[in-house]
């Protein structure tokens, strides 16, 4: 199978009928398998290039939010880590590790904007 992508600026586009890079989508089965994922694992977990979700903003995400997802946005108290943690279940990441992954990013990264 081709990949169907374009280079600029760094990034990686893939194309409308790919949801997700297949290097992603691996690495969050991985992420999944393991007994006990630590701070490393989730900090080593990244999309690859921008996908559909990468773009989407709240008014998009907000279809997400469920009796599942609602959590998420009781967790945090930015606006960018609760859409951060929503993009990464749409990319099929559990709720509760998509949480312990944007805790772990923004342990590290924190959010440019942001003092």
């Known amino acids: 199978m081709q990949e169907n992508k374009e280079r600029g600026r760094?990034?990686?586009i893939l194309s409308s009928s790919?949801?997700?890079?297949?290097?992603?989508?691996?690495?969050?089965?991985?992420l999944i398998q393991l007994k006990d994922p630590k701070r490393q694992d989730f900090l080593e977990l990244r999309t690859y290039g921008t996908d559909r979700y990468s773009a989407m903003g709240w008014?998009?995400?907000?279809?997400?939010?469920?009796?599942?997802t609602v959590v998420i946005v009781e967790q945090f108290e930015n606006e960018q880590n609760i859409m951060s943690a929503l993009r990464w279940v749409a990319r099929?990441?559990?709720?509760?590790?998509?949480?312990?992954?944007v805790r772990a990013?923004?342990?590290?990264?924190?959010?440019k904007g942001q003092k």
């Open 105 to 111: 990013d923004y342990s590290v990264y924190g959010y």
């Open 59 to 68: 008014d998009e995400l907000q279809a997400y939010i469920n009796e599942t």
């Open 92 to 101: 099929g990441l559990p709720v509760w590790l998509a949480i312990r992954k």
């Open 10 to 12: 760094g990034f990686i």
């Open 18 to 30: 790919q949801s997700i890079h297949p290097e992603c989508a691996q690495a969050i089965r991985r």
